[in-house]
Structure formats: C-alpha cells, structure tokens
C-alpha cells in the first residue's frame, strides 16, 4: 500500500490527522512529513496546505500532492513548487455545504442589515427597523461555477433566492443561468443585488473586482468575498462602500492575512470580517476525500478536482 506524508498545518497537527486517517481510512499508511526519521522518498503522496519554504522540492517523486484548500493559488506559484506532479484540491460533500452555509448566512446578515443590530446591541439601543428585503426578491450572482461555484448556487437556489452564475467559457447547466465571458459580465453584473465571488486565483483574475467593475453592479448591492483576497483592490472597494455604490462587504478573505491591525477594513462599519474560515471541514471530513482521491488515483482515474496548469487552477 503507498504511504501519504502529512505537512498539512505544521507539526502540531499530525496526531489529529493520524487519528482521522486512522478512523475513515484504517488501510492507509500515513507518516508525519515532521517525524526526525522521515525520509520524503519512502513516501508516496503527501497532504499539505502551506509547506515551510523549499519543501516542496522535495517532493518531485510523488504520485500526488493533495491539497487541504479548495485554492491552490499558494503553492504552484511558489519557486519550489514540483510542477511535474499531480495536485488534488480538496472537495467532498462538507466542504461544499459549510461554504454554501457561510454564504447563505452572509447573504441574509446583508439583507437584514445585521451590522446594526449588532451596533445597537454594544449601544444598549432597542430600535426596530423593519426591512423587507427577503430571499425571495433578492438576485444573486455567483462568480465562478466550478465545484463549489454551483454548489452554492444550488443550496441559495433551493432556499428561495433568485440565482445566476458567471464563468469563464460556456458550459451545459439546466438549473442557473449562466452567464459567460467579458460579454456575459456585461449583463450579469447590472442584473443582481449580491454578488459572491467564488473564483480561482489565477492571472487573469487577479484584481479583477476592482473600482470600474463596483461601478458596473446595481447601485447598493451588497458583496461576499469566498474566493481570494488578491481578486479585489481593497481602496476601490472601500471607496464604492464610502459613496454607497455597495451597500454592504462580508469578506472571509482579504489582501493580507491575517488582516494587519492598521487596516481600515477592520473599522468600515458597513464591512463584516471572517478570518478565512468560511469552509474548513473537519479532519475526518478532509481525511476520507484524500483517501478516496488516493484511491481513485490507485485505480488509474483521474480525481475530480485536479489542478490543470493550463486553466490556472
Ligand atoms: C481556503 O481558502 C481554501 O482554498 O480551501
């Protein structure tokens, strides 16, 4: 049977991965990439989310490198990254609905204006202010419609909200409308009243929601931010929430993380800020969608979420 080598969150980490392999995949050996006898040769694919500098060198032998993130932005710009190598990026049916969890719950917290419950909560202020924005008079449109693009779109479509996706190139999906390319924007971005982006990080994309983008959205439309920090360019953001052009941000990724104290997102008071945690699952969760990769791997398949260099994700 082949070895997977755990790096994934440091050494501290691997007794909590040793024990969820152990529980979903008993037939796996795992090893901590950290053991002092560890040798990366004696290895067959490894788990990873952001390995100490120049590691990645050393793992040009593998079958696989597996990713715990949805993203893998981080790791195949990096100079030591092994681009001969298959990379997995996380999936599975727990990634997908804690991110469709977050985002519902970030659409409603805009809705509903929760930002001022909670100042007047801190204010002891008992003040009622109906609003009557509901899910089922509220366009929203996704960005990106890869794995966890539509299964977003999906759960926020079952729950009653009007939903539409944009992506790059034209794809068969019966169930939301789908908007593509730099024409598809153009009738896409005026057409809804919350904008989620979900893409990948990559070239193209990279401080694509900036201030000429903001401005092509519907005056006060609310934005959610579970794709990348490096997609917006945060003082054209700030600027669009200063004169109103968005009525509301829930970001869950930014620039630089951890957010640096001296930010002034921290303080926009029509900002609300996650510490990039939208959708984590749990080991065990993780530790069967690897196993399953590894397997399907084993068998000669080609895994779901495999990154092709070609598309940039
Ligand atoms: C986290 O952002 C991930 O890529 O899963």
Redesign the pocket.
């Known amino acids: 049977m082949r070895t997977l080598a755990v790096s994934a969150d440091g050494p501290d980490a691997w007794t909590s991965w040793r024990d969820a392999f152990a529980r979903v995949a008993p037939d796996l050996p795992t090893v901590s990439w950290f053991d002092p006898a560890f040798d990366p040769k004696n290895a067959d694919y490894t788990l990873v989310w952001e390995p100490p500098p120049g590691e990645m060198a050393r793992m040009g032998h593998m079958r696989a490198i597996l990713c715990t993130?949805?993203?893998v932005n981080h790791l195949v710009n990096r100079s030591d990254f092994p681009a001969n190598v298959a990379l997995v990026r996380?999936g599975g049916d727990q990634t997908a609905v804690l991110m469709a969890d977050y985002v519902m719950w970030a659409a409603i917290g805009l809705l509903r204006d929760a930002k001022s419950w909670t100042r007047q909560q801190t204010q002891h202020v008992w003040h009622r202010k109906p609003v009557f924005r509901n899910s089922a008079d509220t366009r929203i449109g996704i960005l990106g419609f890869g794995n966890l693009g539509a299964a977003v779109a999906r759960h926020l479509a079952a729950a009653g909200f009007n939903v539409s996706a944009w992506c790059r190139s034209p794809r068969e999906e019966k169930q939301i409308p789908l908007f593509f390319g730099e024409d598809g924007l153009s009738d896409f971005l005026p057409s809804i009243d919350i904008l989620v982006n979900l893409l990948p990080s990559t070239l193209q994309t990279r401080h694509i929601i900036d201030a000429a983008f903001l401005s092509r959205l519907s005056k006060g439309a609310g934005f959610i931010n579970v794709g990348r920090g490096d997609h917006v360019v945060e003082k054209d953001l700030l600027a669009a929430l200063d004169k109103e052009q968005l009525s509301g941000a829930v970001l869950d990724?930014v620039a630089t993380e951890p957010l640096p104290a001296t930010s002034p997102l921290w303080d926009q008071p029509r900002i609300t800020l996650t510490p990039?945690m939208a959708?984590e699952a749990s080991r065990d969760a993780q530790a069967a969608y690897v196993a399953q990769a590894i397997n399907e791997l084993e068998n000669g398949r080609t895994p779901p979420l495999l990154y092709r260099p070609e598309r940039g994700y």
Do not use: C
């Open positions: 993130g949805a993203g996380m990724v990039h959708s």
